[in-house]
């Protein structure tokens, strides 16, 4: 099992930054891509950054740009940082982990964007 805990949502300015972060632990080995998933209120979820084992990264459309996924290895950390953000960027986002036929979810942040 491998659990996954976001942190670092909340409210922020139109234009404003926020990192999240997700904690891995657990058997982390099995994971071989990471990534953050969102979901605004009324619409489905969506992915949104990718990282993989490799270190290659891919992001929706929407946010290119302006995110970056990233990770620390030694503390089984991957963050997403969000700039220029938006009130559309507005949702709970989740961090996922998956490989080897498995696939963990954490529980979710909620981000804010709002003035």
């Known amino acids: 099992q491998v659990q996954l805990v976001e942190s670092g949502g909340g409210l922020v300015q139109p234009g404003g930054s926020l990192r999240l972060s997700c904690a891995a632990s657990?058997?982390?080995?099995?994971?071989?891509?990471m990534g953050w998933h969102r979901q605004a209120p009324g619409k489905e979820r969506e992915l949104v950054a990718v990282?993989?084992?490799?270190?290659?990264?891919n992001y929706v459309a929407s946010v290119s740009g302006r995110f970056t996924i990233s990770r620390d290895i030694a503390k089984n950390t991957v963050y997403l940082q969000m700039n220029s953000l938006k009130p559309e960027d507005t949702a709970v986002y989740y961090c996922?982990?998956?490989?080897?036929?498995?696939?963990?979810w954490g529980k979710g942040t909620l981000v804010t964007v709002s003035s």
């Open positions: 996922r982990g998956w490989g080897g036929g498995m696939d963990f």
């Open positions: 657990g058997s982390i080995l099995s994971i071989n891509t």
């Open positions: 990282i993989t084992s490799a270190g290659d990264t």
